[in-house]
């Protein structure tokens, strides 16, 4: 039901942009997440957008390099990310739930739905 795309290779401080669009349901309802699984490591918060508020909130690794935004047009969020550094390599997954809270966002089990993931491999 949710499909990640746009991952690839890519050196230090280039750009990617990550989409994720979803069939079945609709972003406008839910609060829509991104995650990151390292290798080795284990799942990372990356952003929020809050159903409830629009409220979009990044972890702080991200804030001011990564932005999300949506198009509830075509039910599609995207992730874009600038500047990109070696530590931003991982698998990305889109999440999604109607019922998160701010406290638990950066939690994986507040999520129920997931995307399959893509993976994002920055080299120096």
């Known amino acids: 039901q949710l499909q990640a795309s746009g991952g690839g290779l890519v050196q230090a401080g280039d750009s990617l942009r990550l989409s994720c669009a979803a069939s079945g349901r609709t972003f406008s309802r839910n609060s829509v997440g991104w995650f990151r699984q390292a290798p080795g490591k284990e799942r990372e918060f990356v952003a929020i957008k809050f159903r409830s508020s629009n409220n979009i909130v990044y972890a702080d690794s991200v804030k001011d390099r990564f932005t999300m935004s949506t198009d509830n047009d075509k039910n599609t969020v995207h992730l874009q990310m600038n500047n990109l550094k070696p530590d931003d390599t991982a698998v990305y997954y889109c999440?999604?739930?109607?019922?998160?809270?701010?406290?638990?966002?950066?939690?994986?089990?507040?999520?129920?739905?997931w995307g399959q993931g893509t993976l994002v491999t920055v080299s120096s």
């Open positions: 999440a999604m739930s109607s019922t998160v809270i701010f406290s638990e966002r950066t939690k994986s089990r507040a999520y129920h739905h």
